[in-house]
């Protein structure tokens, strides 16, 4: 069965250490992987795809099919990267996804 | 811009009455979704439609239903709501990709939500 684990709940560091969001995934076939993210009281938006390799707001996830994971990271966090963050995973051909549990990120100052 | 809107923020029904949430895209989208969103749970999928009158069950469909009777509009029905059924509930939409180098236009595009309480 296809599954999306993100293995922390919440999430707390300092503004400018590092934060890494873990995520794993099952899957038979060829993934496609993304991370959506909700700030506080805005909507769920897409923040990136592993397939356009994309930095955005200073977050990377690179792909890693041996260990069949996609985790988020970002070397220095910032306050305003408090959010609720969802990896994701493609299923089908009509773009379904199956999300993770989500990973709640609270950058103290 | 995307716009996906949600007829309600907060709707607060009682037990076994019937309940609709509705959802609007004005971008032309082929596919909708309806999720809901409980803590510890992420984000599961109910029912998705890929064209008007189209739709198939998602991972959690049992107590609903949906009607895409027009391409920009996909309601969620409650039959008979019950308080297991108390959640947020996001709409989203999305083009049809048909190609793989098409990757970028297939992005889910999700509405405020509806904050359902069943008491």
């Known amino acids: 069965a296809q599954r999306v684990t993100q293995p922390e709940k919440l999430l707390s560091v300092f503004k400018g250490a590092p934060v890494e969001l873990k995520c794993n995934y099952s899957y038979s076939g060829s993934p496609e992987l993304f991370w959506y993210v909700q700030y506080s009281r805005q909507r769920l938006q897409l923040l990136l795809r592993h397939i356009s390799r994309e930095s955005i707001k200073g977050f990377t996830a690179d792909l890693n099919k041996g260990e069949t994971s996609f985790h988020l990271k970002k070397p220095f966090a910032q306050e305003e990267d408090s959010a609720m963050y969802y990896c994701a995973l493609r299923l089908t051909s009509w773009g379904k996804l199956q999300f993770g549990a989500g990973t709640q990120v609270v950058v103290t100052p | 811009d995307v716009k996906v809107t949600q007829s309600s923020r907060y709707l607060v029904k009682r037990t076994g009455e019937k309940v609709f949430l509705e959802c609007v895209q004005d971008?032309?989208?082929?596919?909708m979704f309806w999720y809901r969103q409980d803590p510890g749970l992420g984000l599961r999928l109910i029912y998705f439609?890929?064209?008007?009158?189209?739709?198939e069950k998602g991972d959690i469909p049992e107590g609903y239903s949906v009607s895409r009777e027009k391409k920009e509009r996909f309601s969620l029905i409650l039959e008979s709501a019950s308080t297991n059924q108390t959640s947020m509930y996001l709409c989203?939409?999305?083009?049809?990709?048909?190609?793989?180098?098409?990757?970028?236009?297939?992005?889910?595009?999700f509405g405020p939500g509806t904050r359902l309480t069943v008491l």
């Open positions: 439609s890929y064209d008007v009158k189209m739709k």
């Open positions: 971008m032309d989208h082929e596919n």
């Open positions: 989203a939409s999305s083009f049809r990709r048909v190609t793989l180098a098409e990757y970028s236009t297939d992005t889910q595009y």
